[in-house]
């Protein structure tokens, strides 16, 4: 929440972290989650000439046909189920030095339309998102510190009953400094769902060369498995290359492949004299 990343990872944690975003850019990842479950997003930033940023975003949960049976237990066919969102999401610096615009107070929010269905009923809710970013330089290196608020909103409708939104509240703060050269960042997320306990979680990342990621970290708050989590990342100068590993004890382990494309970013970059 308190890191600027890229686009999907905004859309994940924080909205105001699009506010950085430079150029164009498309995005998509699969999650291979738990019991034949997956996840598709699909996502675009496009920057605008007042230096603010717009973005759209597509989201599909999908799982197998299950077995369904009635109140007296008599078979009644296959039950299918499903989740899909479409969001649109601005940002931009709110305050930070002419000369840098890589650095100060980013504003960020959003508005999605979701739906849920199962079998043959279905429910749908505009939900909102909301967020803050800082980034500041601090003791040779640079600190990020934010918050979000996430599906705020009145929830989804089955029948006569309204369930409550699944609002997720946020604090984060990452810091990131050179290490031989090269950028080594920690990060710390608290996270408090409107239905569940606060949780903390935790992650490195070293960078090598600009080239290559290694990153590891804990979530927590997991029912299953030990909350440990497993990465890399690859950058091909304009496109970025994600892998995620997570092991959810009997269930077996889950994989996020994600990949995404800069349009207009420089191939090459000329080096500066030092790491900042």
């Not at 498309?26 to 000439?49: C, G, M, R, V």
């Not at 996430?150 to 997720?168: H, I, M, N």
């Not at 710390?188 to 769902?193: G, T």
């Not at 440990?228 to 690859?234: I, N, T, V």
Request: hydrophobic share 40%; proline share 4%; no cysteine.
């Amino acid at each position: 929440t308190g890191l600027y990343g890229d686009l999907l990872g905004a859309l994940a944690l924080n909205p105001a972290a699009m506010g950085r975003t430079r150029y164009k850019e498309k995005a998509f990842t699969y999650n291979s989650w738990l019991e034949d479950i997956s996840l598709q997003q699909a996502a675009y930033a496009h920057p605008l000439p007042d230096k603010s940023v717009l973005a759209a975003s597509f989201s599909l949960l999908q799982m197998r046909s299950f077995s369904g049976y009635d109140n007296s237990g008599s078979y009644t066919g296959k039950v299918d189920a499903g989740d899909s969102a479409f969001s649109l999401n601005y940002a931009r610096r709110v305050y930070g030095a002419w000369d840098d615009r890589r650095l100060g107070v980013f504003m960020g929010g959003g508005v999605k339309y979701a739906r849920e269905v199962l079998d043959t009923s279905a429910a749908d809710a505009l939900l909102y998102d909301a967020g803050l970013l800082s980034i500041s330089r601090f003791a040779g290196g640079v600190l990020g510190l934010g918050v979000s608020a996430q599906s705020l909103g009145a929830g989804f409708k089955f029948d006569t009953v309204r369930d409550k939104a699944p609002t997720v509240l946020r604090a984060g703060a990452a810091y990131i400094i050179p290490a031989w050269g090269d950028p080594l960042t920690f990060a710390v997320d608290v996270k408090k769902p409107n239905d569940d306990k606060t949780d903390v979680s935790a992650g490195i990342e070293y960078l090598v060369k600009g080239l290559v990621s290694g990153r590891i970290g804990y979530a927590g708050g997991v029912d299953l498995g030990n909350g440990l989590r497993f990465g890399m990342g690859l950058n091909l100068k304009v496109i970025q290359i994600d892998y995620a590993l997570a092991k959810y004890g009997d269930f077996g382990y889950a994989h996020r492949f994600g990949v995404s494309h800069k349009f207009g970013k420089p191939v090459e970059v000329t080096p500066r004299l030092t790491p900042q």
